[in-house]
């Protein structure tokens, strides 16, 4: 599927294709968020914070489809650690996990880009786990996390 640079709006399509899928034992609660599991997506373990699996600093995007504009955040995902400790610091220091979006079908990637998808389910919606799951590559080991569910 082409997506057209004015969907991206300047953005890496491998980093806006993670913009809006679900999380993962977290949620938005306005502008803040919390936790809605109590184990680590990534270990089992203890969870202690959410983690943007896009950064902050890249703040929201706007993806615009023929279908209307969607203003998109970054997933959460329940971790274990701080930054710097456990689970947490594999996405930040030295980048061990590498999160990605995989749909099931090509089709759904195509209804997700223009905005058919978006027009039946929420940016975030679990049910988007109908449609693809998250694939978090273990950089260090080269084990691949499936994550099909919230």
Request: one cysteine or more.
């Amino acid at each position: 599927m082409i997506v057209s640079a004015s969907q991206l709006r300047g953005v890496p399509k491998d980093r806006a294709e993670l913009y809006g899928k679900p999380h993962v034992g977290a949620r938005y609660v306005g502008n803040r968020y919390e936790l809605t599991a109590e184990r680590c997506g990534i270990c089992g373990r203890q969870a202690t914070n959410c983690h943007h699996l896009v950064p902050r600093r890249c703040g929201d995007f706007a993806l615009v489809t023929p279908r209307g504009t969607w203003r998109l955040r970054s997933p959460l995902i329940a971790l274990c650690g701080s930054g710097t400790t456990g689970c947490h610091d594999g996405f930040h220091g030295g980048a061990r996990y590498r999160p990605e979006w995989v749909w099931d079908e090509p089709e759904f990637e195509e209804a997700w880009w223009d905005g058919t998808l978006l027009c039946e389910h929420e940016p975030h919606d679990p049910a988007l786990y109908g449609y693809g799951h998250w694939a978090i590559t273990d950089t260090k080991t080269g084990r691949t996390i499936e994550i099909t569910e919230g």
